[in-house]
């Protein structure tokens, strides 16, 4: 049985997240999902100098973002990551962001591609992604 691999990173918005209108710039969010991603990939023993051993670069492709509240200077949040499995040559993940009231703050998809050092796509997923995947998928 296969199953779902989602962490919780605690972030806290700094003084230089924020724009002129003294709320957290649009960009900065995806800046969040990447901080939830590098903490699932050390969680979960897949980091991207890992990776990067292998003989493997993961660029991100595809960046979905849906806005659904402000965050301001100070405010905490949870980035919550999860996986999403596919059998292509990819890594998918979802984010959901939530403020201190639980309130659902933000959320989006990325999509990364294998390419070997040479940025050169891979077409088939690696051998030792699949074997990851193996390992911690099945439970």
């Not at 993940?93 to 959320?107: A, K, Q």
């Amino acid at each position: 049985m296969k199953r779902t691999l989602t962490t919780t990173k605690t972030v806290e918005v700094c003084f230089s997240d924020v724009d002129s209108l003294q709320i957290v710039w649009h960009g900065r969010y995806v800046k969040f999902f990447e901080d939830g991603r590098e903490f699932f990939n050390k969680q979960y023993g897949i980091g991207y100098l890992d990776i990067l051993d292998e003989g493997y670069v993961v660029p991100v492709v595809e960046v979905n973002v849906k806005y659904n509240k402000v965050l301001r200077y100070g405010d905490v949040v949870e980035v919550e990551t999860t996986f999403e499995d596919t059998d292509a040559a990819k890594i998918n993940f979802s984010y959901e962001i939530f403020n201190s009231d639980r309130e659902l703050v933000c959320s989006g998809k990325t999509c990364q591609v294998f390419t070997d050092k040479a940025m050169k796509l891979v077409m088939v997923q690696p051998r030792f992604f699949k074997q990851w995947r193996k390992n911690v998928l099945v439970s």
